[in-house]
């Protein structure tokens, strides 16, 4: 019998490790990543606490070594996603009443075993599968999927501390429940830490989950799913399957125990998703969660005031890292016509020193992009500013997919503040700038708040704390992530929780106490001491 109450402080931010020259940590992620492209994985989906292959496969690849093969997964169908929702549910009652402290020492055991055993195994698998380098791989799925699972924990132990008062005679308690169903978590490429935390967030509050990652990103998703059963996570607990989008959904959302979606990839596929559960409203069982997070056209806006070098270096990096493929990465950029043409200059020479090529070689700050649809996406674009005339190209514009998707860093200038490829979401290393009168400060916030649809990420740069202020209070509808001094991506799980509303989704905030409420369902119970039996009042005495 449990006797005991638990608590889980707040952890301490998993340490970045730098990887550099001669760093025992440098030796052995060469040394995975060597092991991986020796061998040719055969990856089955995980459905039910068993393994799955379907036969019908499809090739994995290095976005930057397209030429190699990595593996194949077993790719299902219509019939695996209802094994996976009926695995799901069967292993729901006893999910749901396993005790907290049992469901956290699962993920908490998985964030330790990531921290040591299998962080090389994770970064590899990132590096290869997505093309980041070492650092970016380092700091997503390393160091981000870990503080998920830590803060989680701690968070939601915090959430079932949360007690109601008591009047005397009665005692009043609150239970968390899960939701009554299962969940579908579909999540993105770009980020293995999104990948692991969509299913184990909910899974943590004691849901169900039926997991589906984008083809792109299952290299290092079933990397994860085998930890995760390592770690102890019961069968049918979360179940990874490789389905078309809109199979999934039309098999998951036509379930009457479907009570949750979350989500991060596009604002159209979100309101597809959305129009759907809409018109399949009456079949559930429940009123469905519907939590995502999705695209952005995320800005930096610099004052007259600004620092010239924190000003280059906020975009080279914010637009940049990871070629852009960030849903928070600054992909259009406002700039003072006092320090405009110092910026550019600095910018422009900045990107001539950045190597591009494959994610082994760790002297390559630029890598590929995710695959040849997103790299015909992106050089259209590029292709188009060529031609116009209110756009120039100032730094790079070229691209080759001979040996792997690779795009230059991309500088357009435009005269027109509602040019396409400053109002369009492109994810990928493309930044637009447009220079704006220094003297009208007031009047370009409100271009910037009124240019995208998206309120995702966004910085302002100056030194002038007026401004500072200024731009805090205009633009708070603007981005959910708002940053000051500093290029608008890195949000760090338990300092910065993240999320943004309008286009860019439900802002319910990726690694916060707000994500974890909405994957439970709250019971609110009242015990009288001593019941009355009588139903007279006194009022009702005449005296």
Known sequence: MNTGYF??????????????PGSPERAALKKQLAAFKAETADIPMYIGGKEVRTGKTVDLRPPHEIKHKLGHFHMGDASHIKDAIAAALEAREKWAKMDWESRAGIFLRAADLIATKYRYHMNGATMLGQSKNAYQAEIDSACELIDFLR?????LSEIYRQQPVSSPGIHNRMEYRPLEGFVLAVTPFNFTAI????PTSAAMCGNVVVWKPANTQVFAAQMFMKIMIEAGLPAGVINLVYAPGPLIGDVCFADPHFAGIHFTGSTGVFQTMWKTIG?????????????????GKDFVLIHKSADVDVSVTALARGAFEYQGQKCS????????SNIAEEIKSKLVAQLKTMKMGTTEDFSNFINAVIDERSFDKIAQYIDNAKKDPAAKIIAGGNYNKSEGYFIE?????????????????????VLTIHVYDAEKFEEIMQVVDSTSEYALTGSIIAQDRYAVELATRTLENAAGNFYINDKPTGAVVGQQPFGGARASGTNDKAGSMLNLYRWLSARAIKETFVPPVDYRYPFLNEA
Not at 9 to 20: F, G, R, T
Not at 151 to 155: D, G, L, M, R
Not at 195 to 198: C, Q
Not at 329 to 336: C, F, H, Q, T, V
Request: a negative charge; proline letters at 10%.
């Open 409 to 429: 860093p991309t500088v357009i200038e435009t005269t027109d503040p509602k040019y396409v490829t400053m109002c369009e979401e492109i994810f990928g290393p």
């Open 279 to 295: 018109e399949n409203i009456a079949k559930y069982k429940t009123y469905p969660r519907i939590v995502g997070e999705t695209g």
């Open 151 to 155: 803060w989680n924990v701690h968070y």
């Open 195 to 198: 990948g692991g935390n969509l």
């Open 329 to 336: 990465a600054a992909s259009r950029a406002y700039l003072p």
């Open 7 to 20: 608590d889980y402080a707040a952890p301490v931010n998993e340490p970045v490790y730098s990887y550099a």
